[in-house]
């Protein structure tokens, strides 16, 4: 009860991130539907390697000194615009020449990594260590997010209502969409930057860690909960917000590192969906 007395009284501290993880879990959840079931998790592993070094990109030239270019070097700035066109690339770009397309997902996600660790070691400025910007703090979280993060998810969520039939045409018959003349190719890269959107601004606020266990977790222990879509991505919300909230609650204290926090309390829910759905059919 002391323990929770002192998490209450200390609302200050973890209030804005987890305003921030909530908002994250949620917008993670509803996209990851779309991730989950289109089989590109591992185009969304490489999304957030490559925001992942964007940020640390930011940081290295900041270092540097590079004062007159730093509305482009700016954090947010360069990892949206290299996740932007990472994303644009495996949207628009489906055949590759001797080589298959998980073979090139996996370059990016290769070389995004390790590019992070090395920028990560030529940091000099201790406030963006390598671990923070891989798994996420519970406390650093810049308050400009707490207004940014929501905003851009409100404009996220607005899109998909606005496209939501059309991104499930497309997704799931793309076939019959061609044959009706959809534009099959620059709604799949719309939606493929919405999620690039995502990842970019939540990744520099909590983590590559965090947010690709977002993305792939609740949707995950979702379709093990029921085989209707729209409650599929109801509770790919509600999964992902409580993973981002008990994530915060259990890093704060216990004191372990938030994105393994976040991570793990995903991995558990999907791990109970799963036991769910076994103890449904032993039945």
Same mark, same amino acid.
């Given at each position: 009860?002391?323990i929770?007395?002192e998490f ?5 501290l973890?209030?804005d991130?987890?305003i921030?993880?909530a908002?994250?879990g949620?917008?993670?959840g509803f ?7 289109r ?8 999304l957030?390697?490559?925001?992942s070094?964007?940020?640390a ?5 900041a270092?540097l000194g590079?004062t007159m270019f ?9 990892s ?5 066109i990472?994303?644009g690339?495996y ?9 298959s397309?998980?073979?090139v997902?996996?370059f990016?996600?290769? +070389? ?5 660790? +090395? ?5 000099t400025s201790g406030a963006?260590?390598i ?8 406390v650093?979280?810049?308050?400009m997010d707490?207004?940014l ?8 969520f607005?899109?998909?209502?606005i ?5 499930i ?6 076939e019959?969409?061609r ?6 190719r ?7 930057i919405?999620v690039? +959107?995502?990842?970019?601004v ?6 590559a ?5 977002l993305?792939a977790?609740p949707p ?6 029921t ?8 509770f790919?919300?509600i999964?992902?917000?409580?993973s981002a909230?008990?994530g915060y609650f259990?890093s704060?204290?216990l004191?372990?590192p938030?994105?393994a926090s ?20 032993s039945a």
């Amino acid at each position: 009860m002391s323990i929770l007395n002192e998490f209450i009284n200390s609302y200050f501290l973890w209030r804005d991130p987890m305003i921030v993880g909530a908002v994250t879990g949620a917008a993670c959840g509803f996209l990851g539907v779309y991730v989950v079931l289109r089989r590109i998790i591992f185009v969304s592993a490489t999304l957030t390697q490559i925001s992942s070094f964007g940020v640390a990109l930011s940081f290295y030239l900041a270092g540097l000194g590079l004062t007159m270019f730093s509305a482009l070097i700016g954090p947010f700035a360069l990892s949206l615009i290299l996740t932007m066109i990472a994303a644009g690339f495996y949207a628009l770009k489906r055949d590759f020449t001797r080589i298959s397309r998980e073979g090139v997902i996996a370059f990016g996600f290769l +070389i995004a990594s390790g590019g992070v660790i +090395i920028l990560g070691d030529k940091i000099t400025s201790g406030a963006h260590d390598i671990a923070t910007i891989l798994f996420g703090s519970a406390v650093v979280v810049d308050p400009m997010d707490v207004y940014l993060i929501p905003a851009i998810a409100a404009v996220v969520f607005i899109i998909h209502l606005i496209y939501y039939k059309d991104f499930i045409f497309i997704s799931f018959d793309t076939e019959s969409a061609r044959l009706f003349k959809y534009p099959v190719r620059r709604l799949n890269t719309l939606l493929l930057i919405t999620v690039a +959107i995502i990842v970019a601004v939540t990744t520099r606020a909590l983590g590559a860690l965090p947010v690709f266990g977002l993305l792939a977790l609740p949707p995950l222990a979702s379709l093990y909960l029921t085989e209707k879509l729209p409650l599929v991505f109801v509770f790919s919300v509600i999964i992902g917000m409580l993973s981002a909230v008990l994530g915060y609650f259990f890093s704060f204290i216990l004191s372990i590192p938030t994105g393994a926090s976040i991570a793990v309390c995903a991995s558990l829910f999907f791990i109970l969906a799963l036991l769910s759905r076994e103890i449904k059919n032993s039945a």
